[in-house]
């Protein structure tokens, strides 16, 4: 009895895993195709270095849902590619007279475009690491006529808000250059940390969205799938039955395939079980005939049927919080009831 149960538990757990995994490719691929976490990156270092823009907006959202309508579709906080190594001379800050909305944005982006590569004409660096942007505060400091001081001289004069920030920073390193850089390099990484936070609470909007479409693009009801599983391991049970002489078992397999010889009708149900059936309520599924080539099949009708009964919704909503939990959260857990051990243990 116990290995009934386990069979439902793996055949579950498999599902939503397979589907999270779906919803994970979706979403790493819109991410890629939007450069969500480059702009993320660069919104922030314009709010920071540069302050809001002319409008006197903010380029980082400060809220995960306005993140939709910011990021991706509209301004492009990123500055423009550059194939030139950073300059060995570095160039100093503008003046207040000749400062434009993202002056500081492109000099500090002259200072780590090395490790850039072209994505639409704009930059696709996602991540710095805090110990780059302190050398870079560094060269820019360099490039002044009293170093830190005329740096943070600037800053002041210019109204960035970095300012604020890396004069606390070399306040409290009692301006010592060694304790300002580590200084610098920590305090970008807690900035980074909670750029990450802003980052996984839009990545949960975006997950939550695209699981509720595939929930309903391939009808995938939950229950209905566990009471499939069960069936097919009761239809496997009368197989085995049926092999060992059983007499009984023969006539309610006989009675179950009342369309079809028995041999013909076990034939096609072990070769169809109910991982491969619950995904034949898709919109569209793929069809794969005993002789031929694969073939595409639309089911817009079956589909629509399945979707507007009520009595699916119950499973569907199950299904959708299953794949909320995400496909890491599903790997572990069938990891766990099937015994496969992690590289790491």
């Known amino acids: 009895m116990l290995s009934v149960y386990l069979d439902l538990g793996v055949g579950l757990v498999l599902s939503f895993l397979l589907l999270s995994l779906l919803v994970s490719g979706v979403n790493e691929a819109v991410v890629r195709l939007t450069a969500v976490r480059s702009k993320f990156l660069w919104a922030y270092l314009r ?24 990021l991706p579709f509209k301004r492009d906080p990123r500055p423009e590619h550059s194939d030139q190594p950073a300059p060995a001379e570095v160039q100093a ?40 942007f302190a050398v870079a505060m560094m060269e820019m400091a360099s490039a002044e006529k009293d170093g830190v001081d005329g740096l943070l ?19 409290g390193a009692q301006r010592d250059m060694e304790r300002f850089r580590v200084g610098v390099e920590g305090w970008f990484d807690t900035e980074m940390q909670r750029l ?20 309903l693009l391939f009808s995938m009801d939950a229950l209905e799938y566990a009471k499939t599983l069960l069936r097919d391991n009761a239809f496997r049970v009368g197989v085995s039955a049926v092999a060992g002489g059983s007499t009984e078992a023969y006539g309610e397999l006989k009675e179950q395939c009342t369309s079809q010889q ?25 069809v794969i005939p005993e002789e031929g080539d694969p073939g595409i099949s639309w089911n817009g009708a079956v589909w629509w049927d399945r979707l507007t009964t009520l009595s699916h919704w119950p499973g569907y909503l199950l299904t959708f919080v299953g794949l909320l939990f995400g496909a890491p959260f599903w790997w572990d857990i069938f990891r766990r009831l099937t015994g496969i051990r992690s590289r790491r243990s």
Request: neutral net charge.
């Open 153 to 171: 001289a600037k800053l002041k004069d210019l109204k960035s808000p970095l300012h604020g920030h890396l004069q606390g920073l070399w306040d």
């Open 262 to 286: 028995p041999v013909t009708c076990i034939t096609e149900t072990l070769s169809s079980p109910a991982l491969v059936k619950v995904f034949d309520h898709a919109i569209v599924s793929v």
């Open 93 to 132: 800050m503008p003046t207040q007279e000749g400062r434009t909305d993202d002056a500081m944005t492109k000099l500090f982006y002259e200072r780590v475009r090395e490790i850039d590569h072209p994505k639409t004409g704009r930059t696709s660096i996602s991540d710095i690491p805090p110990g780059r």
């Open 196 to 215: 990450s936070m802003l980052y996984r609470r839009y990545v949960k909007w975006v997950v939550a969205v695209l699981g509720l479409l595939v929930t």
């Open 47 to 70: 709010d920071t270095m540069d302050g809001s823009d002319d409008q006197g907006k903010a380029w980082l959202p400060a809220k995960a849902t306005d993140v939709f309508a910011a």
